[in-house]
């Protein structure tokens, strides 16, 4: 049973970098051909791509997003890593990391961890 769980701070101060990992188990993240993926929802809005890092190491982000935004992985303990930088109120959300099977949708999801940006 493969279960994806977010971890990282609750609250984080504007211009600072928020970090956040998840945490995999049941499953490699190496292994062909997944992706796995970032997701926030911010208060009273819907879902926003943020970005995924590949089986093999490769990585994409949201446009919009891009400049803040890194995403990385530790194959070594089977997690992935959000970082995005220069945070501001607006990227209050609850984030979330998935999985995708190439093509077919997410198909696990992790509970999601609420990240209050405030001073």
């Known amino acids: 049973q493969v279960q994806l769980q977010e971890s990282g701070p609750g609250l984080v101060k504007p211009s600072q970098t928020l970090s956040l990992t998840c945490s995999v188990s049941?499953?490699?993240?190496?292994?062909?051909?997944?992706?796995w993926h970032w997701i926030r929802q911010p208060p009273g809005k819907g879902l926003e791509w943020i970005g995924y890092?590949?089986?093999?190491?490769?990585?994409d982000s949201s446009p919009s997003l891009r400049s803040r935004t890194s995403i990385s992985r530790d194959t070594s303990n089977n997690q992935f890593t959000l970082k995005l930088s220069s945070v501001t109120p607006e990227d209050t959300a609850v984030y979330y990391c998935?999985?995708?099977?190439?093509?077919?949708?997410?198909?696990?999801w992790g509970q999601g961890t609420h990240v209050t940006v405030s001073s």
């Open positions: 998935a999985r995708e099977p190439l093509g077919k949708g997410y198909d696990i």
């Open positions: 049941g499953d490699s993240i190496s292994v062909n051909f997944y992706y």
């Open positions: 890092i590949a089986y093999d190491g490769h990585a």
